[in-house]
Nanobody, 124 residues
């Protein structure tokens, strides 16, 4: 099983940037498609972005397209989420997860393992 640890969250002003990292342990990281989700207080966990095993295919939630970039480094066993032009509505706990469902919007039910989450707060 792969274990995931997120980092890079914090408090930022609207319009600012953050880069989240998700460090994976285990030798099978490169065998999984990976995704980022987020959960705001009182709301369901929401899909944000996904990337395939090689990093050649990505898919984004419409509201983050053009602002967020998902990437991965299979040598470092790390997943990233570069977030630019942040908005207050991006405030949430961000989670990384592994799945084997390919490209497209990913359901939380399809994910095989999760990280513990990292808080992102965007002030107006």
């Amino acid at each position: 099983q792969v274990q995931l640890v997120e980092s890079g969250g914090g408090l930022v002003q609207a319009g600012g940037s953050l880069r989240l990292s998700c460090a994976a342990s285990g030798r099978t990281f490169s065998a999984y498609d990976m995704a980022w989700f987020r959960q705001a207080p009182g709301k369901a966990r929401q899909f944000v972005a996904t990337i395939n095993t090689s990093g050649s295919l990505t898919y984004y939630l419409d509201s983050v397209k053009g602002r967020f970039t998902i990437s991965r480094d299979n040598v470092k066993n790390t997943l990233y989420l570069q977030m630019n032009s942040l908005k207050p509505e991006d405030t949430a706990v961000y989670y990384c997860a592994g799945h084997r469902r390919g490209n497209g919007p990913i359901s939380t039910n399809w994910c095989d393992f999760w990280g513990q989450g990292t808080q992102v707060t965007v002030s107006s």
